[in-house]
């Protein structure tokens, strides 16, 4: 059933840690991924989002909709969940760095993507469904912007991962027909990282990397 108004999940004073990773469920024998809010300084979760989906983003806020494990009777029951999730950055704004993945459809190594530097730096980030005419379906649409102009577009775009200090975007990029080849949907990823101005030196590097959400 779904809640007359929204719940907190933990203080609403501090910051939780969002972890996004693919683990083996035992029970039906297959990867699925987990999102875990984990206090600062804990390894401990207070809450955990099974099947976990990429549902919305917009600027600095984001949804992940998924199933929340419940014991009922000596049984796990699996209810339906969603999250709305805000990152805790220091600006009004949240805009980000993006880094492209993928050559061609094939993915490159995490260390060859990461120093060669960001595609796009303070862009902001939207993800909606929508009806796309090429493929005659509804998809999930990711989109890079800068100011007005619209940078990069991801279809049936989910999320990979998420670390403390970025979070993967994965799904296809649409090339249009051209005189050198057909209309193609080539795999695509992009790494997300917060774009935070540098603060004084006395803030630590890793502090300033590290995303919190609230």
Not at 179 to 192: S, T
Request: proline fraction near 6%; charged fraction near 20%.
């Amino acid at each position: 059933m779904m809640l007359p108004a929204a719940e907190q999940i933990g203080d609403p004073l501090h910051s939780l840690e969002l972890v996004v990773v693919e683990v083996t469920d035992q029970g039906r024998r297959r990867p699925t991924k987990v999102a875990r809010l984990v206090p600062p300084g804990s390894r401990v979760a207070v809450a955990e989002l099974v099947s976990a989906k990429l549902a919305w983003f917009n600027t600095d806020k984001f949804v992940l909709s998924g199933e929340d494990c419940l014991a009922w009777e000596r049984k796990t029951m699996h209810a339906s969940q969603s999250w709305l999730c805000q990152f805790d950055v220091p600006s009004k704004e949240a805009v980000f760095k993006v880094w492209t993945s993928h050559q061609e459809g094939v993915e490159m190594s995490r260390h060859r993507v990461l120093n060669s530097g960001p595609n796009f730096t303070a862009s902001s980030i939207g993800v909606s469904s929508m009806m796309h005419e090429q493929l005659g379906r509804h998809t999930t649409q990711a989109l890079v912007r800068r100011a007005t102009t619209t940078h990069l577009a991801l279809l049936d775009c989910d999320i990979a991962w998420m670390s403390e200090e970025r979070f993967c975007l994965t799904g296809f990029q649409h090339y249009p027909q051209s005189e050198q080849a057909p209309a193609r949907l080539l795999r695509q990823g992009w790494f997300c990282e917060p774009d935070i101005p540098v603060l004084p030196a006395a803030v630590s590097e890793r502090l300033l990397r590290k995303m919190s959400l609230r």
